[in-house]
């Protein structure tokens, strides 16, 4: 992709010259990366979908304030995209856990479901553990039908002693364990995109992130490599075949798809989801249709940031083989989209076989066979 980058600054650069020559009598004028963005003149058949060809289940969905919003406002949002089960993995645990779960059991028992999280505060402490498996079970019993772990374990979660808790930290064993014979996944989130361990340059495709979202920048110290972060993660899936395991955001492998199949066929107690990651899938349709037909019953829907209008980046690049059609946030992508053009029978395990398989309390009826 760096050839495309070149690419792209060659353009440029023809650009400025021309623009140079005409306006300014040769003088350098230079564009700013994120100015230019010029709407697309080919003309080739569209097809915008607004809302999904089947329900579906949105497995990678945040709503901190589940325990007392008003849910008539997602549910309107939802109804229009054609999502009818959404799942809020940010459902904490204990007291908020019941509420969410109260607020969900009044109103729209069908159409939201809760994942738990864990309390790493005390990792080290005699019984941690333990106790944070017995909590799990609790949550579990109050409603929570998964369990979520965000990027901070690897990232900032510290033991009692000050050090950084690895994610395949023997010490949290109880609560893959216990999510197991609870027979609940675990969606996990680890690392972040590589290029934000690189250096941030010209050669850097996510330089525009790094410029506009200067805490991302990560590197080797802060808080390790790369790699070592991931290894640590597919040390933890090989560790805990028992347990169903979510890597979201495909692994941070949506790049190298090739080895991201090599990697679900070495762990098969492993499903990914593609939140945030569809501007990686549809830049390479061929490679995604590949991937998406052989790898048809480990893959998840999810989107992550819930903006209800970027839903149509996802459908379109699942469901149409449009041509060269525009992403929606250019620090992701600065390239654009062509579609998969999956066929039903693919798109409807995506959209919600997979995750009725996986996920325990939702109702198969409110979903087409
Ligand atoms: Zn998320």
């Not at 080290?124 to 079970?137: C, N, T, V």
């Not at 197991?180 to 996990?188: D, H, M, S």
């Not at 590197?219 to 347990?243: M, S, V, Y």
């Amino acid at each position: 992709m760096i050839r495309g980058m070149k690419n792209w600054f060659c353009l440029l650069s023809s650009l400025v010259v021309l623009e140079g020559a005409a306006q300014t009598n040769g003088s350098d004028v230079r564009m700013d990366f994120e100015k230019y963005n010029p709407p697309s003149t080919l003309v080739v058949p569209e097809h915008k979908v607004t809302r999904a060809k089947f329900p579906f289940i949105d497995v990678h969905n945040h709503q901190f304030g589940m325990p007392d919003m008003d849910l008539n406002v997602l549910i309107r949002a939802m109804d229009q995209l054609n999502m009818q089960v959404m799942v809020n993995l940010s459902g904490q645990t204990g007291d908020r856990i019941k509420k969410s779960v109260n607020n969900i059991r009044t109103n729209f028992p069908k159409r939201f479901l809760v994942f738990a999280n864990v309390n790493f505060q005390g990792v080290g402490s005699d019984g941690w553990g333990e106790k944070a498996a017995q909590q799990l079970e609790e949550d579990v019993r109050n409603g929570a039908s998964g369990l979520k772990i965000y990027k901070s374990l690897g990232f900032s979660v510290t033991d009692v002693s000050g050090k950084r808790v690895p994610v395949d930290d023997p010490r949290l064993d109880p609560v893959w364990k216990k999510a197991g014979e609870l027979r609940i996944p675990v969606l996990i989130h680890t690392a972040d995109p590589k290029p934000f361990w690189q250096p941030m340059d010209e050669k850097n495709e996510r330089w525009l992130e790094l410029a506009t979202h200067p805490n991302r920048k990560k590197d080797d110290t802060n808080p390790a490599p790369w790699d070592t972060l991931i290894a640590e993660q597919h040390r933890l899936f090989k560790k805990h075949k028992g347990t169903t395991f979510i890597a979201a955001h495909f692994g941070w492998y949506p790049n190298d798809l090739a080895h991201l199949g090599a990697l679900l066929d070495e762990m098969p107690n492993v499903m990914v989801e593609f939140g945030a990651i569809i501007a990686e899938l549809g830049r390479q349709p061929k490679m995604s249709k590949w991937f998406f037909t052989k790898y048809q019953d480990r893959i998840l829907f999810g989107k992550d940031s819930w903006v209800p209008d970027e839903y149509a980046t996802y459908f379109r690049v699942l469901e149409t083989e449009d041509e060269y059609f525009p992403y929606h946030k250019k620090y992701h992508a600065f390239w654009a989209m062509y579609g998969m053009g999956l066929p039903d029978d693919i798109l409807k395990k995506i959209y919600y076989k997979n995750a009725l398989r996986i996920i325990p309390g939702i109702d198969k009826s409110q979903f087409p066979d």
